[in-house]
């Protein structure tokens, strides 16, 4: 689908206008263009590209779907590759998926292309077409509008990372088991990935906002700067969500071994309770004795209860002893 928006001054906006027509829609340089790509075959779109001068390799490098976030100065024209990444639970684990959005930012125009239906580019769209006043202030002002819905659409994954771990946090305390530690994993591949998204695409925002290109407004350099700030912040939430992420994982550890402790603390006891018993019936149970032998005493009743009161009180009694040992 192929969809754009025409701004001039002093005229309603106009919307989804003939491919065909925007190079010549271009050359009134007080006019506005926005053409947005989606999910169009390579073959249509690669056509219309060429119309507006694009560098081959520029076209090829959007087409191909598979570069992370940077920025490339073509003069007349600016060539930007940002990231998208759609992270959800699914279950104990994260789904995470990463979209690429491919702009072409000139004097006043600019083309984006995306292979998927990207909510921060639909956000922009709708704005723009409800108040004229964000295409008027020109196409850079538009790609500062969607550069601003496409980073606080990772606040939510953020928060949602960040309710995940309060809740694992809450098992490991009460019950530490295996799923809880697949969780953490899948949280720690999670918060990676975006890592691996926010740093160049930080970098991205910081040449925006600091260097000097033609196709980019001075005035509007600090709308760019702010965008930098967020992304910064949103690195060190990244960064900290890692680090509790990975203290959870030493206090699950921890957990489970002060449980296996504790398990290998009662067998223990149970084992030592036990002992004398079973050296006393290992005793008396071995035929050394005959019942019509000197030792005919060994099987009389009082000597019953004796050894039945032996093996009653010899327990209990290591039991205290034990406790006064402070061994348990």
Known sequence: MIRSLYYIPGRPIQKDLPPETFPELIRNRRSVLWV????????????ILEEFGFHPLAIDDALQETHIPRLDDWGEYLYIVFNYMNLEPNGDTWKTEVDELDVFLGKNYIVTHHDHQIPAVDETWI?????????????DHILYRLTDHLMAGYMPAVEKIDEAIDQIEDQVFHRPSPRVLEQLFSLK???LAMRRV?????EVLNKLARDDYKVVDPRDRVFFRDIYDHLVRLHDLNESLRDIVGGVQDTYLSAVNNRMNEIM?????????????TFLTGYFGMNFFEPLGNLTGWTTTPMFYITLAII?????????????????
Do not use: H
Request: some cysteine; glycine content about 4%; hydrophobic content about 45%.
């Open 127 to 139: 704005v723009c077409e409800r108040d004229e006043r964000n295409v008027q202030q020109g196409a």
């Open 198 to 202: 926010i740093i160049p695409q930080r």
């Open 265 to 277: 603390k009662t067998l223990t006891i149970i084992t030592v309770l036990f002992m004398p018993l």
């Open 312 to 328: 009653l009180l010899l327990p209990f009694g290591m039991y205290i002893w034990m406790r006064r040992r402070t061994w348990l």
């Open 36 to 47: 947005d790509f989606i999910s169009e075959p390579p073959e249509t779109s690669q056509s």
């Open 189 to 191: 591949r999670a918060l």
